[in-house]
C-alpha cells in the first residue's frame, strides 16, 4: 500500500531547469495514409508515473511503441537521457516493457523469465541470482519460481510480466494496458502496487490505459490523447478540476457542458463572464481562465458534484436554475440526481447520502432548484 | 449418461483394435509360422473349426526361427540401419525446407495465409505415384534440372541425380513437406508475436529471440513435424524403388523381396515385426510428446 | 501384405453379388489384341472381366492369398510348378477344350517339365530372353564388330565399359539373369546347387558398375527413344521397343538377338484357379483362345510366339518369318529353360540378387 508520508512536492515539470528523461518533439508516426501520431510534443521527467490515457486508436500505443523501438518515428525525434534513440534498436535501450499481453515466455519458468534480460546483457551468476530474488521479493513471487506460466494466476502472471521488466532495471519502464486483464477488484489493489513499486524502485513508468480512473489513479501527470494528438497534459487533480478542452471534461468523469454565447459581466471580477444558454433562464455567471470575445460560443463544464440540489435556492451561490427531477441514481454514499430544466436541458447533479434513505429529502417529480457557484465550472473554448 | 461415455470412448479404441491391432496379430502369427507350399504359403494356420485342442495345437508348432534368421544374415541389420539413417537424414533435410516455410507463412499478412496453406496443401490433389514420375523427369540426366543448368552454363555435363541416394532424399523431402510444415506453422501460428518483441525488449538480438522463443515454442510443432516424416520414411518402398539406384537399401525393398521374390511369409513378418517395434519406440515418444503439449495448453 | 488381400476379397465379393455370367480374366499388361474380348463376349453370351498385371510375384501373392476371385491367370513356367504344389489350380476338363488338338507337342514337351502331362494349364504365349540392340550406338561405341550376339556383350566387363556410355538396362529379375550368368560361364543354367548358383556373383558384380539400371519394364521405352543402346529383356518387349521406335520415326533402329551362347525359354501359361467362381466359363475362355484364328490374332499383335501349331497358318509372315519371334530349328535346340528353384535355394538367388545391386 502506498504511504503517505511527508514529502516534498514531486513537479519538475513546472522546473525550468529540470531535464526532461524523454523528449518527443514534433513526433508524427503515419501507417500509410493513415496518421496515427500527428505532431506530438512531450516531456517526460525522471521518476515521473505518467499516464497515456485514450480511447483505443487514439495512438498512445503507438506513441509507447516508439519510445520501445519498435516503431520508428516518421518525423520527429525522440531523445532518452539526452540522447537521439532514431538508430538505437529496441534491444539496445535502457527502455523496458511490460505488454499487455505479458508475453510471458510459456516454456520458461517464472525465475527463467525474469533472468531473461540479464542473461542476454551476460550479467555474472550470482548477479544475476540476486537480483532475481529482488525481483521476486519485491512482486512477492518467491514461492513460484520453478513454476511454469501456465501454472500461476492471472494476477501473478501480471507480477511476472512486471517483475521481468524491471529486473534490468531500466531508466524508462513502459506498461501498456497492464491491468486490463485483471477483474475490477484485483485491479484496485494492484494499482496501489504498481505505484508502491514505482516509488521504490524509482523507475520512470509511463503507463498506456484507457482507463480514466486507472489513469488518475496511478500517474503524477495524465496526457489525454484524441485521434493522434495530445489534447492535454497535466496532474490528475488539474485534468479534472481544469479541463482545457470539452473533450478532456468530457473523457474525464461525469460532466454537464452548457453550450451558450459569452459575454463580458459588467463590473465583475477580472474574467467573470455572463454565458446565455437558454431563452428564459438566467444566464450561467462564470470566470474564464482565457479571454474569451464578446459573443464568442463557450462551453461550461461543470462536475455533477459542484452542483447541489435544493428545495430554494441557495444564495450563496451565484447561479441557480430551476427544474423537474425526472431520475435518481442511488449509488449508496451518493445519489445522482438528473433534473429537466425548463428549456429540456439535462442537469446531473450529486448529493451526499449523509441521511437514510428513508428521510430523503428529494423524489421523482420534484420541482428543485441547482445551485453552484461562479467558479465551480469551467469555461472552454473548444 | 456412463453407457453414453462408454460408448464415445469406445469408438477410438475399436477402431484401433480393428484397424491396427487385428492386423499386427495377424502379422505377428504369421512371423511365427514356417513356409510351406500351400494356400497360404505357411503353416501352421489357425484352425478354429478343431476348437480348443485345434488352438493348442496351432501355438504348439509357433516358433521363433524367423527372427533368429534375422540376426543370422547381415542384410537386415544392415537394411534396418541403412533405412534409419535415410529416415533420420531427410527428415532433418524436410525440417530445414519446411521451417523457414511454415516461419514466413505465420509471418505474412492473414489475408495471404489461406492461399499459401492451399499451396502446401495442393499437390495432394494429383496422385502420389504421379508426382514421383514427375521428379524422375526432373531428376534424370536428361531431365529438366540438368537441361535448365546447361542452359545456364552451371554445369557442361549433365549431374547423375537419378537413380541415386540424392534423388531419394529429394523424393522423401518433397512428399513429405507438407507434413512438416503444417505442425510447424500451426505451433509459429498460435505464437504471439509480442513474445518476440518482449526478447527483443530485454535485451536479445533478433536471431537469439529466435533461438530463445521462437524456436522453443514451436518445439512441439518441430517434433509432431518430425515424428509425421520420419515414421512412415523408414518404411518408405515406393521413392526409393522409382528414384533410388539399387544401391539404395531400404528395409522396404527388403521386406518386399522377402514377401514377392522368396514368398517367405513368415519371415517377411518378422522383417515387418520388427520394424514396427523399432518404430514403437519414437511412436510412444511421440504420444508422449503429443500428451504434454495438451496438458500445456488445458 | 492386407493391401493385397482386400482388393481381392472385394472382387470375390462382386463375383458372388453379379447375377449375369462372368469371366474373369487376369492377364499381364499389353499381351492380348482386345478386340478378341468383344469377339468372346459376342460368341459366348458371357460377360469378360479383364484385368491385367505386371509381375508373377503379384499375381503369385493373390494366388496364394487364396479367394483371388478370377477365373482364368496367366503365370509364367517357372512359377506355375511351385503353384501347382500349394494347390492354386484345379485340372483341366480337356474333354471341354475340343481346340486343345490344335496345340503344338514342341512346347507341350516344354511345359510338361513345369506342369506334368499339361495336366494344369495350356501355353498361351512364349518368348526368350535375350539382347536388344540400338544397331547405331552400338556400333558407334563398339565398332563393327561388336559381339551383338553373344552374351559377352553384356558380361564382359571390358564391353560393358565401353556401353555404358550409352547406357545398358537389364531384367531386375534374379531368376532370369543368374541363369543367363551361369550359362555364359558354361554352366549348367536350372542349377539348383547353391556353389554353382555362386559362381554368377562375381560375373554380375563385375558388370554392375556399368548398368544404368536393373528394371523390368522401363527399358522398352529408354531403348525405343535412344537412351540406351542395350537391353537385356524379353523377346516381345524388345520388339516393341522395335516397333515403337520404327512409328516415332525417331532414327533409333533396334535390333533382338537371341545369343549364341543360348537362351532363356519362357513359358506363360493359362490356368484355373482351383477356387475360380465360374471354372465353366474358364473353360470356354481357354478354348477360345486355342482357337487358332484367334491365338493367331494375339500373337499378330503382341509380337510373341504362341503354343498352337494351327495358329502359324493364320499369322503374319512377319512374325512367322521373324526368327527373334519363331526361332529356326537350330536356335531353338540351344535354347533352355528353368524350373524353379526350391524355397532355400530360392532365398540364396534373392539375397545373391540383392549382394549384387546393393553391395550388401
Given at each position: 500500500m502506498a504511504q503517505v508520508k511527508p514529502q516534498i512536492v514531486f513537479d519538475p515539470w513546472n522546473d525550468p531547469e529540470a531535464k526532461p528523461l524523454i523528449e518527443c518533439r514534433s513526433i508524427t508516426k503515419r501507417f500509410g495514409d493513415f496518421t496515427a501520431i500527428d505532431n506530438i510534443n512531450l516531456n517526460i521527467y525522471e521518476k515521473e508515473f505518467f499516464a497515456l490515457l485514450g480511447p483505443s486508436g487514439c495512438g498512445k500505443t503507438t506513441l509507447m511503441r516508439m519510445l520501445a523501438g519498435f516503431e520508428t518515428p516518421t518525423e520527429g525525434k525522440i531523445t532518452i537521457d539526452g540522447q537521439d534513440v532514431a538508430q538505437v534498436p529496441p534491444n539496445k535501450r535502457a527502455v523496458n516493457m511490460m505488454f499487455q499481453s505479458y508475453a510471458l515466455f510459456p516454456h520458461l519458468s517464472v525465475w527463467e523469465n525474469i533472468a531473461f534480460g540479464l542473461k542476454r546483457e551476460h550479467a555474472p551468476k550470482d548477479r544475476i541470482e540476486e537480483r532475481v530474488a529482488e525481483m521476486l521479493r519485491l512482486?512477492?513471487?518467491?514461492?513460484?519460481?520453478?513454476?511454469?506460466?501456465?501454472?500461476?494466476?492471472?494476477?501473478?502472471?501480471?507480477?511476472?510480466?512486471?517483475?521481468?521488466?524491471?529486473?534490468?532495471?531500466?531508466?524508462?519502464?513502459?506498461?501498456?494496458?497492464?491491468?486490463?486483464?485483471?477483474?475490477?477488484?484485483?485491479?484496485?489493489?494492484?494499482?496501489?502496487?504498481?505505484?508502491?513499486?514505482?516509488?521504490?524502485?524509482?523507475?520512470?513508468?509511463?503507463?498506456?490505459?484507457?482507463?480514466?480512473?486507472?489513469?488518475?489513479?496511478?500517474?503524477?501527470?495524465?496526457?489525454v490523447m484524441d485521434a493522434g494528438e495530445i489534447m492535454q497534459i497535466a496532474t490528475p487533480a488539474d485534468i479534472y478540476e481544469q479541463p482545457n478542452s470539452v473533450y478532456v471534461a468530457d473523457f474525464i468523469g461525469d460532466v454537464n457542458i452548457i453550450e451558450g454565447n459569452a459575454s463580458p459581466m459588467a463590473g465583475g471580477p477580472e474574467g467573470a463572464i455572463n454565458i446565455a444558454y437558454a431563452e428564459g433562464q438566467d444566464p450561467v455567471q462564470a470566470v474564464a481562465t482565457t479571454p474569451v470575445a464578446e459573443g464568442e460560443k463557450v462551453f461550461y463544464a461543470i462536475r455533477p458534484e459542484k452542483i447541489t440540489v435544493s428545495h430554494q435556492p441557495d444564495p450563496d451561490r451565484a447561479n441557480h436554475a430551476f427544474g423537474k427531477i425526472i431520475d435518481i441514481a442511488y449509488l449508496g454514499n451518493i445519489s445522482t440526481y438528473r433534473v429537466q430544466l425548463a428549456s429540456g436541458k439535462l442537469i446531473s447533479a450529486t448529493m451526499t447520502n449523509s441521511r437514510r434513505l428513508t428521510r430523503r429529502a428529494f423524489t421523482w417529480e420534484d420541482e428543485v432548484w441547482l445551485s453552484w457557484t461562479r467558479t465551480a465550472g469551467v469555461v472552454l473554448t473548444k | 449418461m456412463n453407457l453414453r461415455r462408454l460408448v464415445l470412448i469406445s469408438v477410438p479404441y475399436l477402431w484401433l483394435v480393428a484397424l491396427f491391432l487385428v492386423p499386427f496379430l495377424i502379422v505377428v502369427k504369421i512371423s511365427l509360422s514356417t513356409t510351406a507350399i500351400a494356400i497360404p504359403p505357411y503353416t501352421p494356420t489357425l484352425d478354429l473349426a478343431q476348437g480348443w485342442a485345434g488352438f493348442k495345437d496351432f501355438l504348439s508348432q509357433l516358433s521363433f526361427d524367423n527372427f533368429t534368421f534375422l540376426t543370422q544374415d547381415d542384410l537386415y541389420w544392415k537394411a534396418y540401419l541403412s533405412s534409419l539413417k535415410i529416415a533420420a537424414l531427410s527428415t532433418l533435410f524436410t525440417l530445414l525446407v519446411a521451417y523457414p516455410i511454415a516461419y514466413g507463412m505465420a509471418r505474412v499478412p492473414d489475408e495471404w495465409r489461406p492461399t499459401l496453406l492451399m499451396l502446401i496443401i495442393l499437390p495432394f490433389w494429383t496422385s502420389f505415384l504421379i508426382r514421383v514420375y514427375a521428379w524422375m523427369g526432373i531428376l534424370s540426366d536428361e531431365g529438366l534440372l540438368n537441361q535448365f543448368l546447361m542452359w545456364l552454363g552451371v554445369i557442361s555435363s549433365p549431374l547423375h541425380i537419378m537413380n541415386t541416394s540424392k534423388a531419394v532424399y529429394i523424393g522423401i523431402v518433397y512428399t513429405y513437406l507438407p507434413f512438416m510444415v503444417l505442425p510447424i506453422y500451426a505451433a509459429l501460428d498460435k505464437m504471439d508475436e509480442s513474445l518476440n518483441e518482449a526478447a527483443v525488449d530485454l535485451g536479445a538480438s533478433r536471431l537469439s529471440s529466435f533461438w530463445l522463443v521462437t524456436l522453443p515454442m514451436s518445439r512441439n510443432g518441430v517434433i509432431a513435424g518430425c515424428f509425421l516424416v520420419f515414421i512412415p520414411a523408414l518404411g518408405e518402398y515406393v521413392i526409393p524403388q522409382l528414384l533410388g539406384g539399387s544401391q539404395t537399401l531400404m528395409i522396404g525393398k527388403v521386406l518386399w523381396d522377402e514377401f514377392f521374390s522368396n514368398r517367405d511369409w513368415p519371415v517377411a513378418s518378422a522383417v515387418a515385426v520388427v520394424l514396427l517395434v523399432i518404430l514403437i519406440v519414437p511412436i510412444v515418444l511421440f504420444q508422449r510428446n503429443q500428451q504434454k503439449q495438451q496438458e500445456a495448453e488445458s | 501384405m492386407l493391401k493385397t488381400l482386400i482388393p481381392a476379397a472385394l472382387l470375390a465379393m462382386c463375383g458372388t453379388m453379379a447375377a449375369a455370367e462372368e469371366v474373369r480374366v487376369y492377364n499381364w499388361s499389353d499381351y492380348i489384341d482386345e478386340s478378341l474380348l468383344k469377339k468372346f463376349e459376342d460368341e459366348t453370351g458371357i460377360k469378360l472381366i479383364y484385368d491385367v498385371f505386371d509381375s508373377n510375384e503379384v499375381l503369385e501373392t493373390k494366388l496364394l492369398s487364396g479367394n483371388s476371385g478370377y477365373d482364368v491367370v496367366v503365370p509364367t513356367g517357372s512359377f506355375i510348378e511351385r503353384q501347382i504344389q500349394a494347390g492354386v489350380f484345379q485340372k483341366l476338363d480337356y474333354s471341354k477344350l475340343p481346340?486343345?488338338?490344335?496345340l503344338w507337342d514342341t512346347i507341350k514337351e516344354r511345359t510338361a517339365q513345369y506342369d506334368p502331362g499339361n495336366e494344369y494349364s495350356v501355353n498361351y504365349m512364349w518368348g526368350t530372353t535375350g539382347l536388344g540392340i540400338n544397331i547405331d550406338k552400338v556400333k558407334e561405341v563398339m565398332g563393327d564388330d561388336a559381339p551383338v550376339d553373344s552374351l559377352s556383350l553384356v558380361f564382359d566387363p571390358k564391353n560393358m565399359e565401353k556401353l555404358q556410355k550409352c547406357g545398358v538396362m537389364m531384367l531386375d529379375a534374379p531368376t532370369e539373369m543368374i541363369p543367363a550368368a551361369l550359362r555364359y560361364l558354361g554352366e549348367d543354367p536350372n542349377s539348383k546347387d547353391p556353389k554353382v548358383i555362386a559362381k554368377a556373383e562375381p560375373v554380375l558384380a563385375a558388370i554392375r558398375p556399368y548398368v544404368q539400371k536393373f528394371n523390368s519394364s522401363e527399358y522398352i521405352n529408354a531403348l525405343a527413344n535412344g537412351d540406351i543402346c542395350v537391353a537385356f529383356g524379353w523377346?516381345?518387349?524388345?520388339?516393341?521397343?522395335?516397333?515403337?521406335?520404327?512409328?516415332?520415326?525417331?532414327?533409333?533402329?533396334?535390333?533382338?538377338?537371341?545369343?549364341?551362347?543360348?537362351?532363356?525359354m519362357w513359358f506363360d501359361q493359362m490356368a484355373i484357379p482351383a477356387d475360380a467362381p465360374n471354372p465353366e466359363g474358364a473353360l470356354k475362355f481357354l478354348n477360345f483362345m486355342m482357337d487358332p484364328q484367334n491365338v493367331a490374332a494375339a500373337s499378330n499383335?503382341?509380337?510373341?510366339?504362341?503354343?498352337?501349331?494351327?495358329?502359324?497358318?493364320?499369322?503374319?509372315?512377319?512374325?512367322?518369318?521373324?526368327?527373334?519371334?519363331?526361332?529356326?530349328?537350330?536356335?531353338?535346340?540351344?535354347?533352355?529353360?528353368?524350373?524353379?528353384?526350391?524355397?532355400?535355394?530360392?532365398?540364396?538367388?534373392t539375397r545373391l540378387w540383392t549382394k549384387v545391386k546393393s553391395g550388401t
Open positions: 512482486t512477492r513471487l518467491e514461492k513460484f519460481a520453478r513454476r511454469k506460466p501456465h501454472q500461476i494466476s492471472g494476477g501473478q502472471r501480471q507480477r511476472v510480466a512486471l517483475a521481468r521488466s524491471l529486473a534490468k532495471a531500466p531508466k524508462l519502464l513502459l506498461l501498456d494496458e497492464p491491468l486490463g486483464a485483471l477483474d475490477k477488484k484485483l485491479r484496485q489493489d494492484t494499482q496501489f502496487e504498481l505505484m508502491d513499486i514505482q516509488e521504490r524502485t524509482g523507475t520512470t513508468f509511463v503507463i498506456v490505459t484507457h482507463d480514466q480512473e486507472e489513469a488518475m489513479t496511478v500517474a503524477s501527470r495524465v496526457a | - | 481346340n486343345s488338338k490344335y523377346s516381345g518387349d524388345i520388339l516393341q521397343a522395335r516397333d515403337r521406335a520404327d512409328e516415332a520415326d525417331n532414327g533409333v533402329h533396334i535390333a533382338y538377338h537371341i545369343p549364341k551362347e543360348g537362351a532363356l499383335y503382341v509380337n510373341y510366339a504362341n503354343g498352337n501349331k494351327e495358329s502359324q497358318k493364320y499369322l503374319d509372315k512377319a512374325v512367322l518369318d521373324d526368327p527373334a519371334i519363331y526361332p529356326d530349328q537350330e536356335t531353338m535346340d540351344n535354347l533352355y529353360t528353368v524350373t524353379a528353384y526350391p524355397p532355400k535355394v530360392q532365398r540364396i538367388v
